[in-house]
């Protein structure tokens, strides 16, 4: 039983007419009738009353109708899915982050991705911290990682999508909760609260630069998971922490008050990053939306 047999017998089975089935498969009536009946016959069953005056279904025939219609639809679909597959319209992305401040990124490309290809999905994997989501670029494991570098290697490509700049958050009950800004020379003896330190961590190394420069080593009192939880540690009174501009912006509560570090003149980028000869055909098209979605800020060069 093969497609072409079943769309003959469906055509039939829909005319009741071997003449009108011929016309609409635009084919002359003897083959749909050698169609027909070697179908019945590799079946062992007869799929129609044939008489002078009509055609009408047997029950085995009227059994098979649906399933054949199954069948057939099916097969068009992976015709379609195929060919779509081929030109990249028709498949998944990977996307690997890290940091509760690129979460409203996300999902604005997730919304703008369901708009403009319904046929291509997004599949998300949120990271503790940016080096491993690099890493994940790097081995081939995602098709695109977004994350705060200093450094990435020359093995994949990236592009900055967002310049940020350190900011100190205290609590709001702290001797400088009311400045616009702080010098990191007027933190010695400070409790910090700090993420994990992890190789590669943009915040760690900045931290130990900044603290260095000024000549005194931070008194780390607690580790939080995420900034989000750094932040609400600073609103307890744990200590400060020195987090980025959007996580300023993001986060609101009256106890926490965040001052731009005057002495850091190196900004913090978020880039994306992605494997310059990936295999993926649909990669190219979600990089273009990407980069309309998420410009590149101005004045910016990588």
């Known amino acids: 039983m093969d497609l072409q047999q079943l769309r003959v017998f469906l055509a039939v089975a829909e005319e009741l007419h071997f003449g009108r089935a011929a016309d609409r498969l635009y084919m002359a009536q003897p083959p749909v009738s050698r169609t027909v009946r070697q179908l019945e016959k590799e079946l062992g069953v007869d799929l129609f009353v044939r008489s002078t005056r009509r055609v009408r279904l047997t029950p085995a025939g009227a059994a098979l109708v649906e399933p054949a219609r199954g069948i057939l639809e099916a097969a068009e679909r992976a015709r379609r899915d195929t ?29 703008e991705l369901r708009r403009a290809y319904d046929g291509i999905g997004l599949n998300l994997q949120s990271q503790q911290f940016a080096q491993p989501s690099l890493g994940l670029v790097l081995r081939g494991e995602v098709d695109i990682s977004l994350g705060r570098w200093d ?6 490509e990236s592009r900055i999508i967002l310049e940020e700049h350190l900011v100190l958050a205290v609590p709001g009950s702290h001797r400088l909760a009311g400045e616009e800004e ?8 400070e409790a910090f609260v700090s993420l994990p330190a992890h190789e590669g961590s943009v915040l760690g190394d900045r931290m130990r630069r900044l603290s260095l420069k000024a000549g005194f080593d931070p008194d780390i009192v607690q580790r939080a ?8 540690l600073v609103g307890a009174e744990v200590g400060c ?3 980025v501009s959007s996580v300023a912006e993001n986060f609101t509560d009256p106890h926490v008050s965040f001052l731009r570090v005057a002495d850091e003149t190196l900004p913090v980028n978020l880039r994306m990053a992605w494997q310059p000869d990936s295999d993926n055909p649909v990669l190219e098209r979600v990089l273009a939306l990407a980069e309309k979605v998420w410009p590149q800020p101005a004045g910016v060069e990588d």
Request: net charge positive; proline share 6%; glycine share 12%.
């Open 83 to 111: 060919v779509a597959a081929g030109k990249g319209e028709l498949g998944s992305v990977s996307l690997a982050y890290a940091g509760a401040s690129t979460h409203p990124l996300v999902g604005i490309l997730s919304r």
């Open 241 to 243: 922490s020195l987090t």
């Open 225 to 232: 998971p995420d900034s989000w939880t750094a932040m609400a």
């Open 151 to 156: 450094f990435v290697p020359g093995a994949v």
């Open 182 to 189: 702080v010098s990191f020379r007027q933190l010695a003896g």
